[in-house]
């Protein structure tokens, strides 16, 4: 048998773990895409609040896989985390970061 790891459980190996430390949205885009998607050098800033709008890096990277899902993905970190926008999430202090990573894949796994 040949059992392949989740969307989550592929962002989860890179999310801050060595080697690669990857920001949670990147580790959003690795999780779905792997490591060789062009997008990843791109978002190395977009954790940590710096998403446009204050948003949840990891809901940021869920919406540039899926830019059609946006307002599903924001519903979905809104009815699960308090809130779409990082230093909310943090703050509500419900769903820590690695969680919003595996929130983020476990729906785009969903919808695929």
Not at 41 to 66: F, H, I, S, T, V
Not at 78 to 101: L, Q, W, Y
Request: charged fraction near 25%; proline fraction near 6%; glycine fraction near 8%.
């Amino acid at each position: 048998f040949f059992f392949s790891l989740s969307y989550a459980e592929n962002a989860l190996k890179y999310f801050r773990q060595p080697p690669h430390k990857l920001s949670c949205c990147q580790a959003v885009i690795a999780g779905v895409n792997g490591l060789e998607d062009p997008q990843i050098p791109e978002c190395a800033k977009l954790g940590g609040g710096q998403a446009p709008d204050g948003m949840c890096g990891a809901a940021y990277g869920a919406k540039l896989l899926r830019p059609d899902l946006e307002d599903a993905i924001i519903k979905k970190f809104i009815e699960e985390t308090g809130s779409f926008k990082c230093k909310e999430i943090r703050k509500i202090n419900k769903v820590p970061c690695a969680g919003c990573v595996k929130l983020a894949c476990d729906f785009i796994e969903a919808v695929k």
